[in-house]
């Protein structure tokens, strides 16, 4: 079992351009969240996703940014017309219930 | 609205020491408390889960509490090691919304030799 598997780690955009991060879950998870660590900041929850559905983006901000998790594949954020307030790690989780939650190793996000 | 402190943010002691690691929150409707380690550049280890109808779980030389009614958990390292030293999270999921789990901003923690 490979765990959660988040592509690329690091990530390096210039202002305006578009970011893609995914986001592979533990083989049988079926729920995916996604968080963001500001510098020197706590973790913040942005997403949650089942697949096809979008269950809670109650912590995403209202423009640029969108999460998909489709049937076949991983789960996708998308931050559009970056900027450098997006300069941040990108963390994923998923869980097979709320029993318990298995994090990637983030995808690290510099936009210059 | 939920909140989760940790206290101290930074810590450095000497290789060999007991240490207690604080966690608190504002809520005590939570459905269970983990604790993580985050290494420099890395992701997110979980160390120990704690139900909220649990006291306590241990793992090796970590063992971790929780008062609901006081809305505190402790996170005790027995024995502290170079390798320990990382950043240690506490996050609590609300019993009201098992969507999000809600992170306290750190201990970071430093073992010298």
């Known amino acids: ?112 | 609205k939920q909140e989760v402190t940790q206290i101290p943010a930074a810590l450095s002691v000497p290789e060999g020491e007991n240490l207690v690691l604080n966690c608190s929150f504002t809520d005590s409707a939570i459905y269970n408390l983990q604790w993580f380690r985050q290494d420099p550049g890395k992701g997110l280890t979980s160390l120990l889960l704690i139900q909220s109808s649990q006291r306590e779980q241990t793992s090796g030389r970590l063992n971790a509490s929780l008062d609901k009614s006081s809305g505190r958990s402790t996170l005790y390292i027995a024995a502290s090691q170079p390798g320990d030293s990382a950043t240690y999270l506490c996050a609590v999921l609300p019993s009201y919304n098992t969507d999000k789990l809600i992170f306290g901003t750190g201990t970071r923690l430093q073992v010298f030799p």
């Open chain 1, 1 to 112: 079992n490979a765990g959660v598997m988040q592509n690329p780690r690091h990530l390096v955009r210039r202002r305006g351009q578009e970011a893609r991060l995914r986001c592979s879950p533990m083989k049988g998870h079926s729920h995916v969240y996604w968080y963001r660590q500001l510098p020197e900041e706590g973790l913040k929850f942005m997403v949650y996703l089942q697949k096809e559905n979008i269950i809670d983006e109650s912590g995403m901000p209202k423009e640029r940014f969108s999460a998909e998790f489709p049937k076949e594949g991983p789960s996708i954020l998308r931050i559009q017309q970056v900027v450098r307030g997006d300069s941040a790690a990108y963390f994923c989780a998923s869980s097979l219930d709320s029993y318990g939650y298995t994090f990637g190793s983030g995808t690290r996000l510099t936009v210059v």
